[in-house]
C-alpha cells in the first residue's frame, strides 16, 4: 500500500520568527497523530535553514519551493540544488502552475531542474495541472499527457521512483474551487495510467500521486480517501497549523 504524503507549500508567506512559531506549534501538534504518513513543509528560502533544525527530531521532512536548474554562477537571486541540499532539503517543488504562469517557465526550463534536482539526491515535487480555459475545452488529458512528458523527458525508470507527482488543477489553486474526489480520481487515475506505459505495473502502482487545489479540513478526508490520490500538496491551509494537522490527521 502507498504510503500517503502531505506536504505544505507556504509559498511567500511567513518570516522567520512567524516561522518558527509556526513550525514549533505543528511539531507539537503531529506527537499526537498515530497515522503513517509522510510530512513535508515547504517554508520560503529564508526560513529553510532554521526550519531544518527545528524538525531535527521530529517525522517531518524539509522541502523548497523553488531551484535553479545550473550549479553555480551568474544567477542573481537565485538558489541552486546543492545549497539546498546542504541545509537538509529532501524534496523540492518543481514547475508549479504559479511559476508556469507567473515567472514563464515553460516544460523545457522545469525538465532540467528535475534533471538538476534528482543529480543532487533531491525528491522533486513535480506539478502538473490544466488551466479552467483547457478543462473547458475538453483538453485535460491532453494537457496532463503533454506535461508529463516533456518535463520527465530523459530521466530514467529508477529516477522516476524518487518523484512525487502533484495534480493541481490551476482553476483550484488560490480560488477556493476545488475539483470534486470524482474529478481529481479520474485525473490521477489517468496520471498513473500515463506511468504504465513508462514503468512496469508494480513501479506505476507505487508512484506517489497528490492533489493540489483548495485542500483544506472540510474536503480533505474525501478526497484523500480516492484510491489514486496519495496525499496532498496544501497551500493557504498549510499555514495554520490547526488546519495542517487536521487534514493530516483525516486520512
Known amino acids: ?74 544567477y542573481t537571486g537565485e538558489i541552486s540544488a546543492a545549497m539546498l541540499k546542504s541545509i537538509g532539503c529532501e524534496y523540492v517543488i518543481l514547475g508549479h502552475s504559479e511559476r508556469r504562469t507567473i515567472f514563464h517557465e515553460n516544460d523545457e526550463m522545469i525538465n532540467k531542474k528535475m534533471k538538476k534536482a534528482l543529480e543532487n539526491n ?31 523527458t530523459g530521466i530514467n525508470n529508477t529516477n522516476l521512483e524518487n518523484i512525487i507527482i502533484a495534480y493541481e488543477p490551476v482553476w483550484a489553486i488560490g480560488t ?7 474529478q481529481a480520481q479520474e485525473v490521477h487515475e489517468f496520471i ?19 492533489y493540489g487545489g483548495s485542500v483544506k479540513p472540510e474536503n480533505s478526508a474525501e478526497l484523500l480517501n480516492q484510491p489514486d490520490i496519495d496525499g496532498a500538496l496544501i497551500g493557504g491551509a498549510c499555514l495554520i497549523a490547526d488546519s495542517f494537522v487536521k487534514i493530516i490527521s483525516s486520512i
Not at 506539478?127 to 506535461?147: N, V
Not at 477556493?176 to 470524482?182: E, L, R
Not at 498513473?192 to 497528490?210: D, M, P, T, V
Request: aromatic share 4%.
Open 192 to 210: 498513473r495510467k500515463c506511468a504504465k506505459e513508462n514503468l512496469s505495473n508494480s513501479s506505476a502502482e507505487n508512484l506517489i500521486i497528490q
Open 176 to 182: 477556493g474551487k476545488t475539483a470534486t474526489p470524482s
Open 1 to 74: 500500500m502507498r504510503r500517503k504524503v502531505i506536504a505544505g507549500n507556504w509559498k511567500m508567506n511567513k518570516n522567520l520568527s512567524e516561522s518558527v512559531s509556526l513550525i514549533s506549534e505543528i511539531v507539537n501538534k503531529i506527537k499526537k497523530i498515530k497515522t503513517k504518513v509522510d510530512i513535508i513543509i515547504c517554508p520560503p528560502f529564508t526560513s529553510l535553514d532554521t526550519a531544518g533544525e527545528l524538525i531535527k527530531n521530529s517525522s517531518i521532512k524539509l522541502g523548497a519551493q523553488n531551484m535553479h536548474s545550473e550549479d553555480s554562477g551568474a
Open 122 to 152: 533531491l525528491k522533486p515535487i513535480f506539478c502538473i495541472g490544466e488551466s479552467l480555459e483547457e478543462r473547458e475545452k475538453g483538453i485535460t488529458f491532453d494537457i496532463i499527457k503533454e506535461q508529463l512528458e516533456r518535463g520527465l
